[in-house]
């Protein structure tokens, strides 16, 4: 929890409760990212801050930066993983780094030379959440005590906040992914069902890839040669899949290298390679490689096999250009699925073009064959010389004579073939139809069969000619033909049935993950899993029972239990030994379906007639929070796959969702705790403030009492008295002088917290002018010269501001050198959004260890002999500059002088 005791001042303005605010708000890791750089960073007090992401052990990647002239992300983009920067090493060891500019050219003096010239200390916060590093913080300061003890708890707490949301913007953002997944593959079932050509199965799949997943979409198939080419390619920028062309073309890769296309298409072995190392592409042999991986922008690649029952097809391949996303395990799970529905439909639409070629190539073959011609007389009786029909069934003239060619007619066709032709013949019509005839082998074969008459001049029939055609390899075609197309029907439909079947469990888990958005209990998780997937499941009850160090804790039930179960759910001291099943789930954190609860050893009398699925409930860490369970009665069957798997998700979503519940109500308790501690530490701040203003206000009455009797004293009997009494009645005076200048000072610094005026557009010459005119006299008795340059429009309070100038400006003259004029530079320049100015003075400078001690309550570095003062100037400087918004620290020398920096947001930072 942030202590606000540690941290700046609480108030109705803090930047910690209004980044808190921001946490409790940001739902995505994007959103909680966002509030990291722009916000957490700047209320950490740091000059500047990066976030770092964690993709593995050997992987980081800047995420982005603040307070850097030139962004981090300009410079770094896959930042090292070498111990030797105390960002790895604080990534490796899970815990912060905290050390001095010194102790960095000590302990990490690869980093030293990239630190920024101001900066004098630096933080690495890992952001750790159940035991995972998710990302890292750095932040520079510009002086050391930004990185005391006290202030290391402080950091501590606040990124600590930061980790538990960011753990949970990554939970949301696997929700959402999950659901996107669902619709994905969905989407793809449906488009790539509703093609059959080749082509534009590959191009739907690529493009559908590019719009959701990835930047590139690659499809390899192998050529003639065996060899891997990419059949189908998407990109946005036509020039850089030309360019991937090119390099396939150019560079021929080792089938037998691990990871090349030929040997996933030999292994079936999927690839998943989160970031691309640098030193990877460097080690290519020509510049020319280097150059086209770079161009291509490959930061993050999956290549996964499209099976197939005789092994792999081709290769899918994806890749992310995008520095900010790199493909994890459930980004490989998804590539896998949705390379099985590509197999599938690929596999779907080769066969149909292979069926139309077969159909082709029939017609072809049936046009080919030897056609018999035959003739009859006017009664139609085959009589003389017919070669052909010799030819075709072997009979001799004196066989088919008359009508004896019917005896090679198919019993089953004679008939009718007969009746047809006496009926032709009869009434001198055309002869038409189909039958089987036994040729010369002895097999029946079907023929077309088709016969005119030839006229006589008179109008008589001379003859009749006859053509039988060979029809059997076109019916054979045909039948063929639509014994796939029974199939290929038969396949849509079954794909079409998980298709919607796939579609409702989208739908489902949709509305399960929106659902579940919005609950804020770890009952109201279970009830609403329940009550959205029980009728989904045809379940007559479901129950939730979680578990914590393997106890059973109070279940959630929706439905009829079994009478069984039902008694057992009532027993108040219920253990999960006495569930078997469920103890045997929680133990492997592995699923049980049964499709009849009888089959399992462990069953007991009474529940035969049900079939029984428990899943687990497990976090992302693999630790188990309970089982999901399911009853039914036995006789609706087995629990199909698409059960189960809506089932498996239904956990994993109710999983991520009481993890979600979790973190919120423990960010809920931390909030309201900070607000606690905050209220009550603005109570005694308040209380502490009114103290010290009154009790320096009450202490100006007794001191101007001494002041005023010990001056009379001196004036009526001073010179009665001995020099001893003389020099005690000078101590008195003095001493009474520096009380005054220490409860002004006093003064002044309570009213910074209890007075505060909002800040307005001014001059900040103005105050400088202020400035000199409070101390004329002191310039004047010097002879010191303060060098005034132009100087900018600012926010500010005015009165603060002309104190801050007036103890910068008597600070600078009153610790001038021996002989030495005291020379002021007052000077600003534009910082971002913000002035940067320079209080410069030639007086005798402060040590290095020393820089930023001089900032702390009544801290002197010299005696009250040497130079006058309280030991509040700089306090009260710190203090303005902070509650401005600004930053303030020194440059010094001793012995040529020093240098106060510090920065004002400009007067359009005002609002209105």
């Not at 690649?301 to 250009?321: C, H, M, R």
């Not at 006789?635 to 973190?663: C, H, S, V, Y």
């Not at 607000?675 to 209380?687: F, P, Q």
């Amino acid at each position: 929890m942030l202590n606000a005791q540690t941290g700046p001042a609480a108030g109705a303005d803090s930047p910690l409760l209004t980044l808190n605010r921001l946490l409790a708000t940001a739902l995505t890791a994007g959103d909680v990212k966002r509030v990291i750089l722009e916000h957490a960073i700047p209320a950490s007090g740091a000059c500047a801050g990066s976030l770092i992401k964690v993709v593995d052990a050997d992987t980081l990647v800047m995420v982005g930066s603040h307070g850097y002239q030139v962004p981090l992300t300009e410079v770094w983009q896959q930042f090292p993983a070498d111990r030797g920067f105390a960002v790895a090493d604080a990534i490796a060891r899970q815990a912060p780094v905290f050390a001095s500019a010194q102790d960095i050219e000590r302990d990490y003096p690869a980093m030293h030379g990239l630190l920024q010239p101001e900066t004098r200390a630096v933080a690495v916060l890992p952001l750790v959440a159940r035991g995972q590093v998710l990302s890292a913080v750095t932040l520079s300061f510009t002086h050391e005590d930004a990185i005391s003890p006290e202030r290391q708890q402080f950091l501590q707490a606040l990124f600590e906040d930061c980790a538990l949301a960011l753990c949970r913007g990554r939970q949301y953002d696997d929700e959402h992914y999950a659901r996107e997944r669902a619709q994905l593959l969905s989407l793809a079932s449906e488009v790539l069902a509703a093609s059959l050509d080749v082509p534009a199965t590959l191009d739907h799949l690529t493009r559908l890839a590019i719009e959701h997943v990835a930047d590139w979409c690659v499809v390899y198939l192998p050529d003639g040669d065996g060899r891997m080419w990419p059949e189908a390619v998407a990109h946005q920028d036509p020039g850089k899949i030309d360019l991937l062309r090119w390099y396939i073309g150019r560079y021929q890769e080792d089938p037998e290298r691990p990871g090349s296309n030929g040997w996933i298409m030999r292994t079936g072995e999927p690839v998943l390679v989160p970031v691309v190392p640098e030193a990877a592409i460097d080690a290519l042999p020509e510049e020319a490689q280097r150059e086209a991986i770079r161009s291509m922008g490959l930061h993050s690649v999956i290549s996964v096999p499209l099976p197939s029952p005789q092994g792999p097809i081709g290769v899918l391949g994806l890749a992310s250009s995008h520095l900010g996303r790199a493909y994890g395990a459930d980004d490989l799970q998804l590539a896998q699925e949705l390379a099985k529905r590509a197999s599938a439909a690929l596999l779907n639409a080769t066969q149909h073009q292979a069926s139309v070629r077969s159909e082709e190539r029939y017609r072809s073959l049936v046009d080919a064959t030897t056609q018999t011609v035959w003739t009859a007389d006017v009664k139609g009786e085959l009589h003389g010389e017919q070669p052909g029909w010799v030819a075709l069934t072997g009979q001799t003239p004196e066989q088919f004579h008359g009508v004896g060619w019917a005896e090679r007619i198919h019993p089953d066709d004679r008939g009718r073939s007969v009746r047809a032709w006496l009926a032709a013949t009869e009434q001198r019509a055309v002869y038409e139809l189909q039958h089987r005839i036994r040729v010369r082998s002895g097999e029946y074969r079907t023929f077309h069969s088709r016969a005119v008459p030839v006229l006589e001049a008179g109008g008589q029939v001379r003859e009749w000619v006859g053509v039988s055609t060979d029809i059997t390899a076109q019916i054979e075609a045909e039948q063929a033909l639509r014994a796939m197309n029974a199939t290929l029907e038969e396949k849509v439909a079954v794909r079409t049935q998980h298709l919607h079947a796939a579609r409702r469990q989208a739908e489902v888990l949709a509305l399960l993950g929106d659902a579940l958005q919005r609950s804020t209990s770890p009952e109201e998780v279970a009830r609403i899993t329940l009550e959205t997937i029980g009728k989904e499941l045809g379940a007559s009850c479901m129950i939730v029972a979680p578990v914590a160090d393997h106890a059973l804790l109070p279940r959630t039930t929706w439905g009829d239990p079994p009478p069984l179960v039902s008694r057992q759910l009532a027993q108040p001291a219920l253990r999960l030994e006495d569930t078997p099943i469920l103890k045997s789930v929680v133990d492997q954190g592995e699923a049980i379906y049964l499709d009849s609860y009888a089959e399992d050893a462990r069953s007991v009398p009474g529940l035969e007639e049900y079939a029984l699925a428990v899943e687990p409930i497990l976090t992302q860490g693999g630790e188990v929070k309970g089982g999901l369970v399911a009853w039914r009665p036995a006789q609706a069957g087995a629990w199909t796959p698409g059960q189960q798997d809506l089932l498996r998700r239904a956990a994993q979503t109710m999983a991520l969702a009481l993890q979600r519940t979790e973190i919120a109500a423990e960010l809920q308790r931390q909030r309201d705790e900070l607000e606690a501690a905050n209220a009550s530490l603005k109570r005694s701040n308040a209380e502490l403030e009114r103290f010290a203003f009154v009790a320096s206000h009450d202490l100006q009455e007794p001191l101007r009492t001494i002041t005023s009797f010990t001056q009379l004293l001196d004036r009526r009997y001073g010179t009665q008295l001995d020099d001893s009494g003389r020099r005690y009645l000078g101590f008195v005076v003095s001493g009474a002088g520096r009380m005054k200048g220490l409860i002004d000072d006093l003064l002044v610094f309570s009213r910074l917290n209890t007075v505060q005026d909002p800040l307005r557009p001014l001059f900040a010459g103005d105050a400088v002018q202020g400035a000199l005119s409070g101390l004329q006299g002191l310039i004047e008795t010097t002879g010191a010269r303060v060098h005034v340059h132009p100087l900018p429009e600012v926010a500010g309070d005015l009165r603060e501001l002309t104190q801050v100038f007036q103890n910068l400006i008597g600070n600078g003259i009153k610790f001038h050198r021996p002989d030495v004029t005291p020379e002021i530079s007052i000077s600003a320049e534009a910082d971002g959004g913000d002035w940067l100015f320079r209080v410069q003075d030639n007086g005798i400078g402060i040590e290095a260890g020393y820089l930023d001690r001089v900032f702390g309550m009544f801290q002197r570095l010299h005696t009250r002999e040497e130079y006058e003062g309280t030991g509040l100037g700089l306090s009260i400087v710190r203090k303005v500059i902070e509650r401005h918004g600004g930053r303030v620290w020194l440059e010094s020398e001793v012995g040529s002088g020093t240098t106060v920096k510090f920065t004002l947001r400009s007067a359009g930072a005002v609002p209105g």
